[in-house]
């Protein structure tokens, strides 16, 4: 069977993979893709940005000579 973690062949009776060590008893339901890793960081970043300038406004409405220092 083919490791799901690094794609190595094992034995059909290996419980583990013989390069990385993963359990292959247990099959994963659901393994996140390169694309997946990227829409991720895509919206984390978003989401960073996003906040960033909620907290600039929120902040100039409160501090604004600190802010206006940046
Ligand atoms: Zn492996």
Redesign the pocket.
Known sequence: MK??????E?KESAKY??????SLTVLPFWMPTWKWHLRALGIIYIILVVLFFLLRILLKSYVRPIIENW
């Open positions: 490791c799901p973690k690094c794609g190595q094992n993979c013989s390069k990385c060590g993963t």
